[in-house]
């Protein structure tokens, strides 16, 4: 009686404490609703499966629970019928959530032509940025570079490389509504670019460059978290990105240096390429 | 990933020919009584059966290895270094060592116990030359230069033929004790079945070779990038 | 296997053995020490995973300790928490799952269920355990090694887990890798001897369709270690290369803390392609004999026969062949090709239908049975439970862009603790419950089972079915504390402090358990042969427990599947496999006592 009964409680607790959680994602402020959506069909059709299965059990449990006088056992070794409208129920609850699962995963990694270019680059334990400068394209770069000096290895050779603008271990800033690609780049170990509020993600590669895109949507500051192990200081490998109006963020522009200064370019922005 | 996804459906498709024998669409319930065994595993001696879940391990870890190596030559960095010419003369040796193998199966077989014994002999004899040639080739490969950590694509040859190698290895091993079983036996049929054990693993490991040294000397190189069209 | 006359055994294989072909032990080092009987090296397996367990275990408490109060306990510093969370987690999913269950349970169980009098390789079997026993010393050695046990986390990434950033990256590293490549030789010889039995050591009558789902599990189980633990075997060569000799397989070129290493072109995404083609079947290699127990404790002790059974092994061999093509699972946010996300994404979601179809089954086999809670069975339905949320939330991380946001948070942790940590770990404690009368002649302590079993299974549930809402929020996992970020509201600390006082608590219920497993073998009631009515072979021999050779005189021959509870118009709830027709007692069902 009381295996049944827990199992009842189970069931039911699980719903009320989903329900009641205060524990919940954080308000989203990019353009990946869709992502949010399908999380949220996922919930529905697991919980409603998580609630039958558990309470067809706790009532099994309940009733055919051993008594003195037991009514018949059904032998039953198969049941055909049932099994494969089960299969076919399930299949449909599967391509319910992978149609939009996959349909979202079109659209993630289909980057728009005309989003900007940003690169984060990750050493242990910091975050740095570069922007590519009036001419709209970011240099060459390679691990033999780097050095005191030039930090990130942009490549000395690569004119496109000089006026890019450097962002170190300050904040990100990114103007409200306009696509962004950000393109992923790692010093040393693995690492990932975490905005818990953007909801997209991505490691950072040693030898390798990755990318996600996506559409910031409401202004504000938001902490960057590191989401891939990457040594002692993991936990410590913060930032912030500061999603701003247009004219703010032109503003934060004009006030980032250029990686050669001694190129003698005029002060870029972004809308003049 | 190709090679080793291929092995595996390569060993699917053996599963699945084993599996459509054994009834497994019969309702069990139905029939009490004595059923016999069909299909003709369950009469194969266990040894041998053991050694073909064996060599399924062996070829999936090569395949792996290869795959490995399939991935790693897409790199930027890649430079295969030169082929030692002696790789030739060991590949006629690890196969002379497999017709050796093949030869002494025959003559127990026959009951020709000398003749076997011969062959099994010169199959060591062969195999252990196989491991020296191996060795003079490392030489070789780092005399002129090549050392294992100057680029993957040594790195890899030192490792995928040192993995190979160690297989050899056990290989010779088994090949003496068994040697030494058959010069005490007084009937040489009972020993047939340790002889074509021998046999199969060192058939298996020659061709193991002769697809790592396809692979190493760049000949699967056409087939890799036709996969690699495949996957990207 | 000198030792055994090879063609001998091999001829007679699915027939008679005679007894004095088994190398039987002559004194107390051969019967307790390097014995060849499979069921001792089960023991011995299953001991010595059961002693793993109870320090993976202490970790996290120690772990668990660090979250819940932060800077409380000084010697838990970043560096220690890496080092007791990798350990904890290769420790528990390497060490101690995979060895109990196959190591273990199917030492034990695949002979006896199949009516073999022993494995086919008793030396391989025998050595295949001294090995697991070396890697588990070398992995324990690597606590007193210079530098400590290496914290690069269970999954082992390059470049990361060989650089100075990462504690034990002197030789702590070095002894893991050498650890998993000496079990990894171990486990094969063993591995060969589970399969072969299978194929080769089945008694006369039994068919592949009569096994019980115990060995069908175990089985595949073996077949899937078999083939995918060699590419572990593969990445920890290689890594060992590039750690020891300088290689650059996984090492691209980069600058560590502000020095340029040597190394160069490497990829460490396919350090992870290795990795988790390995890792995922691994899962499963832990999930199917569980599935397998699982099915046979509900059966027995829901006095009824299991439902669909042929959809079970058919559900058995699709999930053990589809777990080799969705392991890039573990990868959609790792940088890998973004194409893959729809294959993976598309062959992860099709294995949850067999896998479903798997728990429709048991609780239909519920379903109008004369259902005894027994602790085992209590133990299978906790199981149903936690594989079923665990299962549930797989389908959010396999399902490709619900994984983005998801992906190294709290939620993956409470994820895969559910599925494949407390699920196959309830089915073990289960498992023993159930067969502890056969392996010692006497019964566990009931009311400390059932103590045992409830605050298990409710302590583990409350531990992390609330973790993953921590990882909706937004805390990633590996963090050593979560500190402060604006997202993470006071309450998820409070939650971070009663995840550990629960924890505390099941962990010290284990303590019940194994008092109760030692405190029984000497003054537990006596069991007789068959204490659950049972209808497989291993409740059928004629001693308990079983010596050396395990049927006496003569194997027994099966007559029927392992399923035949309470058959219509016969007298018995339950007939033995071994059991002839003409012996089944026809007539009104018999007054069937309690099962104990």
């Known amino acids: 009686m009381h295996v049944a009964l827990a199992l009842f409680v189970i069931a039911i607790g699980s719903v009320v404490f989903h329900l009641l959680s205060p524990w919940w994602w954080t308000p989203i402020a990019s353009n990946w609703t869709y992502i949010d959506h399908t999380i949220t069909i996922t919930f529905w059709i697991t919980g409603l499966v998580f609630l039958a299965v558990v309470l067809f059990m706790a009532w099994c449990v309940w009733r055919y629970r051993h008594r003195p006088r037991q009514g018949d056992v059904l032998y039953e070794p198969e049941n055909k019928r049932l099994e494969w409208w089960l299969t076919a129920i399930t299949a449909i609850g599967v391509a319910a959530m992978l149609a939009p699962g996959l349909y979202v995963w079109s659209q993630f990694i289909t980057v728009p032509p005309d989003a900007d270019e940003v690169e984060i680059v990750a050493q242990q334990w910091q975050w740095s940025y570069r922007l590519p400068g009036p001419d709209g394209r970011l240099g060459a770069t390679a691990i033999r570079h780097v050095s005191d000096d030039n930090p990130l290895g942009l490549d000395p050779q690569d004119p496109r490389g000089a006026d890019d603008l450097m962002v170190q271990g300050g904040e990100l800033h990114l103007p409200v509504g306009r696509p962004v690609k950000a393109v992923l780049r790692s010093l040393d170990v693995l690492h990932d670019f975490y905005v818990p509020e953007f909801r997209a993600k991505m490691d950072l590669i040693p030898g390798m460059v990755t990318y996600f895109w996506l559409t910031p949507t409401r202004t504000g500051t938001f902490e960057v978290l590191c989401a891939e192990m990457c040594g002692v200081g993991h936990a410590f490998m913060r930032g912030f990105v500061v999603v701003a109006e247009e004219s703010d963020y032109r503003a934060w522009l004009e006030q980032q240096q250029p990686a050669r200064p001694a190129a003698q370019l005029r002060v870029p922005t972004m809308t003049e390429r | 990933m190709t090679a080793a996804v291929a092995f595996l459906v390569l060993l699917a498709g053996l599963a699945g020919w084993w599996l459509s024998g054994q009834r497994l669409m019969s309702r069990p319930w139905l029939a009490a009584g004595v059923v016999e065994e069909t299909g003709s595993l369950a009469r194969m001696p266990a040894a041998k059966v053991g050694l073909g879940v064996f060599l399924a391990v062996v070829g999936i870890l090569f395949s792996l290895a290869l795959s490995a190596y399939a991935m790693r030559m897409q790199l930027a960095d890649w430079s295969a270094p030169p082929l030692p010419t002696i790789l030739w003369a060991n590949t006629l040796l690890i196969l002379l060592a497999s017709g050796g193998l093949v030869w002494a199966g025959r003559c127990v077989q026959h009951r020709q116990k000398e003749r076997a014994l011969d062959g099994l002999l010169a199959a060591f004899g062969l195999g252990a030359a196989f491991l020296g040639g191996q060795l003079i080739a490392w030489d070789e490969l780092a005399a002129s230069g090549y050392r294992l950590a100057d680029n993957a694509a040594n790195s890899f040859f030192y490792m995928l033929t040192g993995l190979h190698g160690v297989h050899i290895l056990g290989g010779l091993v088994a090949l003496v004790a068994v040697t030494a079983r058959l010069w005490h036996s007084a009937d040489a049929t009972a020993m047939r079945l340790p002889v074509e054990l021998c046999g199969l693993y060192w058939h298996f490991l020659a061709l193991v070779w002769l697809v790592l040294f396809a692979v190493i000397a760049g000949w699967a190189g056409d087939v890799l990038a036709v996969c690699r069209q495949l996957l990207s | ?596």
């Not at chain 3, 190398?23 to 995973?49: C, E, L, M, N």
């Open chain 3, 1 to 596: 296997m000198a030792d055994i006359p090879l063609d001998r055994v091999a001829e007679t294989a699915t027939t008679e053995v005679e007894d004095l072909a088994l190398r039987h032990p002559h004194g107390w080092v051969t019967r307790y020490v390097f014995s060849q009987d499979a069921k001792t090296i089960a023991i011995q397996y299953t001991a010595t995973a059961l002693a793993v367990g109870f320090v993976a275990l202490f970790l996290s408490w120690l772990m668990r300790l660090q979250l819940g109060f932060p800077g409380t306990f000084a010697f838990i510093d970043a560096a220690a928490y890496y080092q007791i969370i990798t350990m904890h987690g290769m420790m528990m999913i390497v060490y101690v799952l995979t060895a109990v269950l196959l190591g273990g349970f199917g030492n034990y169980l695949i002979p006896l269920m199949v009516g073999a009098r022993d494995m086919v390789f008793p030396f391989a079997n025998m050595l295949s355990y001294w090995f697991y026993l070396l890697a588990v010393i070398i992995l324990l050695a690597s606590f007193f090694a210079p530098g400590g046990p290496t914290g690069a986390g269970w999954t082992l990434y390059p470049p990361q887990a060989i650089l100075s950033g990462t504690p034990g990256q002197e030789s702590g590293i070095i002894l893991m890798l050498v650890s998993l490549i000496v079990f990894i030789a171990g486990f094969t010889m063993g591995g060969l001897n589970y399969v072969v039995t299978v194929l080769q050591g089945r008694t006369r009558g039994m068919t592949l369709m009569r096994m019980p789902l115990t060995v069908w599990g175990i089985f595949t189980a073996s077949v899937m270690a078999l083939l995918a633990f060699p590419a572990l075997f593969v990445a920890c060569v290689m890594l060992l290369f590039d750690k020891l000799l300088g290689t650059s397989f996984f090492m691209p070129s980069l600058v560590e803390l502000g020095s340029r290493l040597e190394y160069g072109g490497g990829s460490p995404i396919l350090f992870q392609h290795l990795f988790w083609f390995f890792g995922h079947p691994e899962v499963y290699i832990v999930a199917l004999p569980a599935f397998g127990i699982v099915s046979d404790l509900i059966a027995t002790h829901a006095r009824r026969n299991i439902f669909g059974y042929r959809m079970m092994v058919w559900a058995i061999l699709a999930i053990g062949a589809l777990s080799f093509i969705v392991w890039a699972h573990h990868m959609y946010v790792s940088g890998m090709n973004p194409w893959f996300g729809f294959f993976f994404a598309t062959t992860t979601l099709i294995i949850a239908v067999p896998t479903a179809i798997k728990v429709y089954n048991w609780i239909l086999t519920l379903w109008r049975g004369d259902i005894h809670l027994t602790v085992p069975m209590l133990f299978a339905l906790g199981f149903i439970v936690t594989f079923v949320n665990g299962g549930l939330s797989g389908l959010f991380l396999g399902n490709v862009v619900v994984d983005v946001p998801l992906s190294d948070t709290m939620f993956v942790v409470a994820h895969f603790h559910m599925v494949m940590g407390i699920a196959p770990v309830l089915v073990i404690f289960g498992a023993i419950y159930h067969w502890y009368p056969k392996v010692t002649g006497r019964m566990m302590n009931d009311a400390l089972g059932k103590l045992h079993f409830w605050v298990t299974f409710v302590g583990t549930y409350a531990i992390f079915f609330p973790m993953h809402y921590l990882g909706l929020l937004g805390v990633p996992r590996r963090y050593h504390e979560m500190g402060e970020a604006s997202f993470f509201p006071p309450s998820a600390q409070m939650l971070n402090a009663y995840i550990t006082i629960v924890a505390l608590v099941v962990g010290a219920a284990q303590l019940v358990f194994l008092f109760n497993l030692l405190w029984s073998i000497r003054h537990g009631r006596e069991a007789g042969g068959n204490p659950w009515r049972a209808t497989s072979l291993e409740w059928q021999t004629p001693q308990t427990p079983p010596p050396h050779g395990n049927w006496g005189k003569e194997r027994p021959t099966v007559y029927r599947w392992a399923y035949d509870y309470n058959v219509p118009g016969v007298a018995q709830d339950f007939i033995p496999q071994n059991m002839p027709p003409e012996a089944v007692a026809l007539g009104p069902r018999l007054a069937t006592g309690g099962v104990p």
